[in-house]
T-cell receptor, first 110, second 112 residues
Framework: RKEVEQDPGPFNVPEGATVAFNCTYS??????FFWYRQDCRKEPKLLMSVYSSGNEDGRFTAQLNRASQYISLLIRDSKLSDSATYLCVVPGDNFNKFYFGSGTKLNVKP | NAGVTQTPKFRILKIGQSMTLQCTQDMNHNYMYWYRQDPGMGLKLIYY???????DKGEVPNGYNVSRSTTEDFPLRLELAAPSQTSVYFC???????????FGPGTRLTVL
């Protein structure tokens, strides 16, 4: 099993829609997780950190399900500017290495 | 603050050539990382450093070398370039391991 797996999408949604992405991970000892956003041909930037059961920041909510070993990202009231690729990141065993998912592409249409 | 800077932005190499990708951060971060990103894929860790003088291998270290003589700089050396090393290379830094990583703008490398 890969360290981290994501549905590559693309998810094509209209403005104002709610969309959710999942990310599964294999290391049951992982305690911290991250969602990064990557615009086309740009560097990744941190969107949210998830340290316990979940985190909320405005229209974005990240949740952690330890029993099933997945984290999710929920985006409410999608904006055109949310169009990007969302990368799930999980630390490795020694917490110095990080595993990035291949990303989920979101296209928000007018 | 400039954050994380990388040079060059683009480079074309011939098979067998060598080059060094430069990375500098001005945030006094302890941790620095080199990743590569192939088209449509996530980032894969090449090497990382937890402080000056300390480096360690990531997932895909073969064909690369690094050094960390100062807190600010973390160059990545490609020896004997191969077409399989065609990729976008990102350098990142963080204050410690579970903090936000700040990325440079990337170097797009093509090996022909």
């Amino acid at each position: 099993r890969k360290e981290v797996e994501q549905d590559p999408g693309p998810f094509n949604v209209p403005e104002g829609a709610t969309v959710a992405f999942n990310c599964t991970y294999s290391n049951s000892a992982s305690q911290s997780f991250f969602w990064y956003r990557q615009d086309c041909r740009k560097e990744p930037k941190l969107l949210m950190s998830v340290y316990s059961s979940g985190n909320e920041d405005g229209r974005f909510t990240a949740q952690l399900n330890r029993a099933s070993q997945y984290i999710s990202l929920l985006i409410r009231d999608s904006k055109l500017s949310d169009s990007a690729t969302y990368l799930c990141v999980v630390p490795g065993d020694n917490f110095n290495k990080f595993y990035f998912g291949s990303g989920t592409k979101l296209n928000v249409k007018p | 603050n400039a954050g994380v800077t990388q040079t060059p932005k683009f480079r074309i190499l011939k098979i067998g050539q060598s080059m060094t990708l430069q990375c500098t951060q001005d945030m006094n971060h302890n941790y620095m990382y080199w990743y590569r990103q192939d088209p449509g894929m996530g980032l894969k860790l090449i090497y990382y450093s937890v402080g000056a003088g300390i480096t360690d291998k990531g997932e895909v270290p073969n064909g690369y070398n690094v050094s960390r003589s100062t807190t600010e700089d973390f160059p990545l050396r490609l020896e004997l370039a191969a077409p399989s090393q065609t990729s976008v290379y990102f350098c990142a830094s963080s204050y410690y391991s579970l903090n936000e990583q700040f990325f440079g703008p990337g170097t797009r490398l093509t090996v022909l």
